[in-house]
C-alpha cells in the first residue's frame, strides 16, 4: 500500500462538447485518461481512488456544451511542471471536443513553480519607470548583421524604449551569429543608456537548442543583457520554468507564443487564452508575455486579449503578475486607444512601424516614448 | 552586406483556407511573417532577398483551399530544430486557416538533426527479432509503488513482450519515486530475460523538468534501461533531438503524442498528423512513435494512422525510419486486424487489455506474442 496522498488538490475546468447524456460518461472517461489511464473497474486495490481525477462539478453551457471542473491530487504532478501539463492536457490533448478553460492551482504547486520572479514590479524597478505604460521593440530583420541589429538596437534605446529585444526569429543564423549579437546589441544599448541616462534593458533570444540554452542564459547576464527572450512553444514550458528559478540568473524573462496558436484558436478544442498565455505562462515564469493584439497581423479579439490580461493578473495563489505585451503589427498610432484599452500595467510592442518613414529610428522611438507618456497622464 | 546565402532551400507545402483572389496576398504575408517578419516594402537593402520565404507553387484544392508550397534558405534555421519549428510554422501557428502538410527537408537540414539513430533495423538488432511485427505495453497505473510497477515489467517481459514502457504518466510521484522504479523495473526485465533468454528492453520515462533530463538518461542508461520513453509536446521536440544525438546515450527512443493533439484534430489549422506525428518526430530523432490507433479511446481514423506510418517511413533525405507505434486501447483481439493493415514493421501497443481477465500478466503477454506471431506469419 502507498497511502501517500496529503489531501492538497488543484482544479482544471473544461469545457465539453456533449450532450447532456454524455457528459459524466465522458468527464469520468476524462478523469482515468488525465491519471491512471486504466479501465476503473479493475484499478488493482494498491492505487488510492483519490489519484484518479474527480469530478468536482458540471453544469450545461449550452444544449451541446458543458463547463467541467476536475480535481486533481497534487502528487500526480510529482512537483514537476511537465506532468502537470500531461495531467491537465495531456492524452485529451488527441481527444476533440475538450478545451481547458482555466486553472486553480492548489498552495504547494504555485509555490513549487514559483511563477515570475520580477513580475510588473520586479521589472519596474529595473527599468525606474513607474507612472507610465512600459514600451518595448524588437530588433529586426531577419538577415541583418549583428553589426546593423546593435545600430538598432542603440538608436531604440537613444530614443528612450525601455525593453529592446531581439526579433524571435533571431537564433543563430550566419547573418548574425548568436554570441556576436549579444555582446554587440548589449553594448549599444550599454552605450546609449550611459549617452541618455536611460535604464534601458536589451533582451536577447535564448530558444534555441536544448543543449545551448542554460549556456546562452549565462552569457546573456554576464554580457550585460537586461532580460531574456524565450518562446516556450518551442523549448517547451519547463525551460522557462528552470530558467526563472535557477538562481544564477537573475534577468526578467518574456515569452513569446509562436508555434502555440493552434492551442488557442479552436474554440471547441485545445486551451483558452486565458489559460495558455494567461496562466500558464505566468506558471511558467514568464515576466512578461507577448500575445497579438487585436486589430494588428493576428486575428484575436479584443475580448480575447483582455482574457490573456485575466490570466496573466488574477489572483493565483499569491503568483506575481505578469506583464502583457500586446504587439504585432501595432503602430504608434494606435498608443492612445492601446494605452485606454491595457492602461499603465502592459507593455506596448511596436516593431515594424518603427522603421517606416523619413525620420530617423532614434526619432520615431522618441516619438513612441512621448505618444505612450501623454496617453498614460 | 551579408551575401551568406548558398542556395539550399527546403520546402514547406501549406493548406491555406482562402479563396482564389486573396491566395497570393496571403501566401505573401505567410512568407514575410515566417522569415523577416517585416514590411516587403521598407525591407533594407543589406538583407538578401533569399531570406525571405518564397512561393513555389499554389494550386487550388476546391474552392475555398489551396496547396502552397513555400520554400526557405537553408541558413533561416541558423541548423537549430526550434528555429526550423519557427520558420514552418511559428507565428502563423496564430493564423486561422493555416495548415502544415508535409516538409522536404534540404540535405543539410536532414543531416544537421540526424533523425532515427537506431531506427527499425537498430531497434530490431537489439532485439533479435526480424520475422514479425514487434510488441509493446506500458506498466501502469499510476499510483502502484516502485516494486509492484518492477513485478508488471519483469511479467511482460517474461511473457514475451519486446518493449516494456513506463506509462508516461509515471514522473517522479511518491508513490514510485523515478530513480528507484528505473532501479527496480531494469533489474525485474534483466532477470526475466535471464531466465527466457530473451531480450526484451524496458523504456523508462524521462519526460522531466528540463534540468534533470540528460541526467535521467544517463542515469536509465548506467541501470540497464533499453531505451528512452519521452513526450516532446511537454519537453519541446529539441529535448528528443538532443537525446538522439548525444554519444553519450546509446538507446533508442519511443516518443509520445501527449499534449500535442491541438495541432492536429482541427483540420482547418495545425499541423497535419502526417507532418507532426510523422516527419517532425522522425526528424527529431524517434526511433518509435506512438499514436492513438483507429478504433480504440480516441478519433484518428484509419486514414489518419497510415498517414502518420508514411510520414515515419517515405523517404525523407535518407534518414531511418521510425517504427509506428500504434495504441490507445488496443486488445490482443484485434492483434491479426492490426497486423493486417501495419503489416511487420510496427509496433503493437497494448496496455490495460493485458491486466483484463482472471489470466496471469505472463499468460496474458504470451498470448500478444503468439497472436503477433501467427499473425505476422
Keep these: 500500500m502507498t497511502a501517500m496522498l496529503q489531501g492538497e488538490r488543484f482544479h482544471v475546468t473544461y469545457r465539453v462538447a456533449s450532450s447532456a447524456q454524455n457528459i459524466m460518461p465522458i468527464a469520468s472517461a476524462l478523469c482515468l485518461e488525465e491519471t491512471v489511464e486504466f479501465p476503473a473497474d479493475i484499478l488493482p486495490d494498491s492505487v488510492e481512488p483519490g489519484i484518479v481525477g ?4 458540471a453544469k450545461a453551457i449550452d444544449d451541446n456544451h458543458w463547463e467541467v471542473t476536475i480535481s486533481y491530487a497534487h502528487e500526480v504532478t510529482g512537483g514537476e511542471l511537465p506532468q502537470m501539463l500531461n495531467v491537465v492536457f495531456g492524452n485529451i ?46 530588433i529586426k530583420p531577419m538577415g541583418r548583421s549583428a553589426k546593423e541589429l546593435a545600430t538598432i538596437a542603440g538608436q531604440c534605446a537613444e530614443g528612450g524604449i525601455d525593453l529592446i529585444k531581439d ?62 527572450l524565450i518562446a516556450p512553444g518551442l523549448t517547451g514550458f519547463d525551460a522557462m520554468r528552470h530558467l526563472a528559478q535557477d538562481r544564477s540568473i537573475d534577468l526578467p524573462i518574456m515569452a513569446h507564443p509562436t508555434f502555440l496558436g493552434s492551442y488557442v484558436l479552436n474554440p471547441e478544442q485545445g486551451i483558452s487564452p486565458y489559460a495558455l498565455l494567461g496562466q500558464l505562462m505566468r506558471v511558467a515564469g514568464a515576466d512578461a508575455v507577448i500575445y497579438p493584439n487585436y486589430g494588428g497581423r493576428f486575428a484575436f479579439t479584443r475580448e480575447q486579449c483582455l482574457e490573456i490580461v485575466q490570466g496573466l493578473t488574477d489572483p493565483l495563489q499569491g503568483l506575481a ?31 515594424g512601424d518603427l522603421f517606416r518613414g523619413s525620420d530617423s529610428l532614434v526619432a520615431k522611438s522618441q516619438r513612441f516614448r512621448e505618444q505612450v507618456t501623454k496617453a498614460s497622464a
Excluded at 509555490?111 to 524597478?125: C, D, I, N, S, V
Excluded at 533582451?203 to 549565462?218: C, K, V
Design 321 to 351: 503578475s505578469s506583464l502583457p505585451t500586446p504587439g504585432g503589427g501595432m503602430t504608434i498610432a494606435r498608443v492612445p486607444e492601446m494605452v485606454a484599452t491595457y492602461g499603465h500595467a502592459a507593455i506596448l510592442l511596436i516593431g
Design 167 to 228: 526579433d524571435h526569429g533571431l537564433a543563430n543564423q550566419s547573418f548574425a551569429p548568436w554570441r556576436d549579437r549579444i555582446h554587440r546589441c548589449a553594448d549599444a544599448v550599454a552605450q546609449a543608456n550611459a549617452k541618455t541616462g536611460g535604464k534601458s534593458l536589451y533582451l536577447p533570444n535564448i530558444t534555441g537548442p536544448w543543449e545551448t540554452m542554460q549556456e546562452r542564459a549565462a552569457i546573456a547576464q554576464a554580457t550585460g543583457a537586461g532580460g531574456l
Design 54 to 57: 474527480s469530478v468536482e462539478s
Design 93 to 138: 490533448s488527441l481527444w476533440p471536443g475538450i478545451r481547458v478553460q482555466r486553472l486553480a492551482l492548489s498552495p504547494s504547486l504555485a509555490a513549487t513553480f514559483g511563477g515570475p520572479r520580477f513580475g510588473e514590479q520586479g521589472l519596474r524597478q529595473r527599468l525606474g519607470v513607474w507612472d507610465r505604460a512600459l514600451l518595448a521593440t524588437a
